[in-house]
C-alpha cells in the first residue's frame, strides 16, 4: 500500500528544506565567495558556486603571520586543555559515582551550586590574575579545566558502570586508582571520546578566556585574531599592495577566507563526530 | 564504661547528660569519619584535582565579591585592600545607566526566552512527522551544525551579511528594489538580530532533548488514537504534547532562570557604541567598567548584583512551577 502524500507533508518538507537552506547557505555563499576571483565578487555574481576558482585568497590568509601562529597556538591550547580537562574532569566524575567515597554527597552539593551562583567576571578575573597564570598556556587551560555539565554526564556514565568488573578487580588486589585506570577507562573510551571533543570544541572556540587573560598578541588564538580582522578591521594594508594593481584584494573574500580557514577544522570532522555529541546530551540528559 | 556512667552517677543533671552524650557522638563521629577517609583515600585522590579545581577557580572567586565591599588597591590585592561598605553598590543603584542596563539585560532574555524557547520545540515536532528517516536526519544534523561554530564566526558572518556595503542581506533588499539599511548601527534592530543569531546558532542542537523524548513515547498510545479515529491534530495535542510535557517544563525552567544571564560573547561581539542605548547588558558593562577602565569593586559590586538576582530568579521559578504543577529541578 503506498502512502499517501497529504498536504501536510509537503508543507512540511518545504519547511524543513528551509531549515536547511537558511542553516548551510551561509557556508555555501561564503566558500563561494572565497573561492572566486575578484572581478566576479565586485559585480556581485557569485551566488551558489565559485566563478574563476582561484586560492589567492587562501595563499594570502595564510601567509599572514598572525594567522599561522594563531593556529599553532590554538591547537597547542585545545591539545593540551583537553587533555588536563579530560583526565581531571574523568576522575572527578569516577570519584563522586562512588557513594562510598568520604563527603561524596557534600562535593557533589558543592558542585552543583556553582551552577547557579558564581563569582562573576571580575572576582574571578583577580584571582585568576593573583595565581600569576596570566599570559602563559595555563590561562587557557586551567579556568576552564572541568565543565560542571560534562563532570556530571561522566558521573552518570560511570555510576551505571557494571560493578561486577571492578569487583573482580578488587579481587585482584587492584586499588580504586588501578581499578579506574585499568578497568574502567579502557572500557569507557566512548564516553571520553565524547567528552574530549566537547572539551576540545569548547577550546578551539573559546574568545571568553584569551580575552580576558591574554594580552601578549603572541600568545592569541585563532579566534581573537579573527575577530581583529574581521570584526575590528585590522587588515593588514601591506598584503594588498604586494597582490599588485591588476588583482584587487576584495575585502569581502578576504574577511570570508579568514573565517573559513578557522571554521574548517570544525567543518570537517563535524559529520564524523556529531552521532558521538548527540550521545553525549541524551546521556547527561537521563538523569542529569 | 559508656555504658555504666549513667547508672553510677544517677544526680547527673540533664544538661550534664546531653552534653557527655553529644561528647561521645563527636568522638564516635571523629573516629568514624577518620575511617571512612582512611577507606575511600584512593577515591578521594582522585577526586582531588576536580576538588582544587572548584576551590581555586569557583569558591575562591566567590569570597573575593568581598573586593566589592572594598576599594581594590592593586598593590595590596584582593584581601588586603581597605574596606569601604556598601560604596559602589551606592553608586550603582544611583547611576542613571542602572535603569538602562538592568532593561537592555531582562529584554534581551525575555526575547530570547519568548522566541527562542518555542522554536526547537516545533522543530523536533516537525521532524516527529517526518517519515522518511534519512531525509529526518539529515535535516537534524544540518540543523545542528551552527552549534559547533564559534560565537566569532557567527558574529562576523551577522557583520558581513549585514553589511550595508555588499552584504548579502543588502543585496537582496537592493535587488527587490528598496534601499540598503545599515542594521548594525540601528538601536531598534540589535535585540532582533541578537535573538534571530542565537535561534539560528542553537535551536537544532536545542531540538535534540525533544527528539529524545518523543522517541520515549509509547506508539501504542498512537495506535490507539487512530482506532478511536483521532486526527494529526488530535494525536498532537493529546498524546505528543502531554508525552513531552516533562522535558517542556524542566527545559523551561531552566532558560527563565537563566533569563538574566545572557551570552557576555556574542552581544560584545556584535553591538557597537552606536547601539549601546539596546545592546549594551550588564555583563558588557562590567567588562567596560571593570576591566578596561579599572573600577574593579564597582565591577565587582555590579557582578554581585547580578549573581544573587539571578539566584533568586531561577529559585522562585522553581518554586512557582513546583506548586502549579508537579515537575521542579530540587
Known amino acids: 500500500m503506498r502512502r499517501k502524500v497529504g498536504p501536510f507533508t509537503i508543507v512540511n518538507t518545504i519547511i524543513l528544506l528551509m531549515v536547511v537552506v537558511v542553516t548551510l547557505y551561509p557556508f555555501i555563499y561564503m566558500a563561494a565567495v572565497s573561492l572566486s576571483s575578484s572581478t566576479y565578487v565586485l559585480k556581485g555574481e557569485v551566488g551558489l ?27 597547542v591550547y585545545v591539545t593540551l586543555g583537553t587533555a588536563v ?125 584569551p580575552l580576558l587573560y591574554l594580552r601578549d598578541p603572541d600568545m592569541f588564538p585563532l579566534q581573537v585574531v579573527l575577530r581583529n580582522i574581521v570584526l575590528a578591521g585590522q587588515t593588514n594594508s601591506a598584503e ?49 | 564504661m559508656a ?3 549513667p547508672a553510677s552517677t544517677p544526680a547527673l543533671s540533664d544538661t550534664d547528660q546531653g552534653e557527655m552524650k553529644a561528647k561521645r557522638k563527636t568522638g564516635v563521629w571523629l573516629g568514624q569519619t577518620v575511617k571512612r577517609m582512611r577507606k575511600s583515600r584512593y577515591l578521594l585522590l582522585l577526586f582531588l ?19 566589592s565591599f572594598k576599594n581594590y588597591n592593586l598593590y595590596k590585592g584582593i584581601w588586603a585592600s581597605d574596606w569601604v561598605g556598601f560604596k559602589y553598590y551606592v553608586m550603582f543603584f544611583k547611576n542613571h545607566d542602572f535603569f538602562i542596563l538592568l532593561r537592555n539585560t531582562f529584554l534581551l532574555g525575555l526575547y530570547k526566552l519568548v522566541f527562542g524557547f518555542p522554536a526547537p520545540i516545533m522543530l523536533a515536532l516537525l521532524l516527529n512527522e517526518v517519515k522518511n528517516a534519512v531525509f ?48 548594525m548601527v540601528k538601536p531598534g534592530l540589535f535585540r532582533s538580530i541578537y535573538v534571530a543569531s542565537e535561534i539560528w546558532q542553537h535551536f537544532g542542537w536545542e531540538a535534540i532533548i525533544y527528539l529524545a523524548a518523543l522517541t520515549a513515547i509509547d506508539p501504542m498510545l498512537y495506535e490507539a488514537a487512530e482506532i478511536d479515529g483521532a486526527t ?70 555590579i557582578d554581585l548584583f547580578t549573581g544573587v538576582v539571578s539566584l533568586v530568579f531561577i529559585w522562585s521559578t522553581n518554586y512557582l512551577s513546583r506548586k502549579l504543577g508537579k515537575t521542579s529541578l530540587w
Open chain 1, 49 to 75: 558556486y565559485p566563478k574563476g576558482f582561484t586560492l589567492d585568497m587562501y595563499k594570502l590568509v595564510l601567509k599572514d603571520p598572525r594567522i599561522s601562529q594563531a593556529y599553532l597556538n590554538t591547537i
Open chain 1, 85 to 209: 580537562a579530560l583526565t581531571v574532569t574523568s576522575m572527578g566524575a569516577y570519584a563522586l559515582s562512588k557513594r562510598e567515597m568520604f563527603f561524596s554527597k557534600g562535593f557533589t552539593l558543592l558542585i552543583i551550586f556553582t551552577m547557579f551562583f558564581s563569582g562573576g567576571m571580575i572576582p574571578t578575573f583577580l584571582v585568576v590574575k593573583s595565581y600569576g597564570i596570566m599570559d602563559t598556556v595555563w590561562a587557557m587551560v586551567l579556568p576552564g579545566a572541568v565543565s560542571t555539565w560534562n563532570l556530571l554526564v561522566m558521573r552518570t556514565f560511570f555510576s551505571a558502570f557494571p560493578s561486577e568488573l571492578e569487583e573482580s578487580g578488587r579481587i585482584d588486589g587492584l586499588t580504586e586508582l588501578g581499578i579506574f585506570f585499568r578497568i574502567v577507562f579502557p572500557l569507557s573510551k566512548a564516553v571520553f571520546a565524547t567528552i574530549g571533543l566537547f572539551y576540545a570544541v569548547g577550546l578551539w572556540n573559546n574568545f571568553m578566556l
Open chain 1, 240 to 288: 594588498a599592495t604586494s597582490v599588485g594593481a591588476d588583482n584587487m584584494i576584495v575585502e569581502e573574500s578576504l574577511k570570508f577566507a579568514t573565517i573559513m580557514v578557522s571554521t574548517v577544522p570544525i567543518l570537517l570532522v563535524y559529520p564524523f563526530l556529531q552521532k558521538y555529541f548527540v550521545k553525549g546530551v541524551l546521556i547527561g540528559a537521563v538523569k542529569g
Open chain 2, 3 to 5: 555504658k555504666l556512667q
Open chain 2, 49 to 67: 584535582p576536580c576538588f582544587l579545581y572548584y576551590v581555586l577557580f569557583k569558591y575562591v572567586p566567590m569570597f573575593g565579591i568581598v573586593i
Open chain 2, 136 to 183: 529526518k536526519r539529515f535535516v537534524q544534523s544540518v540543523s545542528y551544525l551552527p552549534h559547533f561554530i564559534s560565537n566569532v564566526v557567527v558574529a562576523s558572518m551577522v557583520v558581513m551579511f549585514l553589511s550595508p556595503s555588499g552584504g548579502l542581506v543588502n543585496k537582496i533588499i537592493e535587488w527587490l528594489g528598496f534601499e540598503p539599511v545599515n542594521f
Open chain 2, 232 to 301: 494529526r491534530w488530535q494525536k498532537l495535542k493529546y498524546v505528543t504534547l502531554p508525552g513531552i510535557a516533562p522535558a517542556i517544563v524542566v527545559i523551561f525552567i531552566l532558560n527563565v532562570g537563566k533569563i538574566l544571564e545572557i551570552g557576555f560573547e556574542k552581544v560584545f561581539l556584535l553591538y557597537n557604541p552606536a547601539v549601546y542605548e539596546t545592546a549594551d547588558i550588564i555583563s558588557t558593562y562590567v567588562y567596560r567598567v571593570g576591566l578596561m577602565q579599572g573600577n574593579f569593586s564597582y565591577a565587582s559590586a
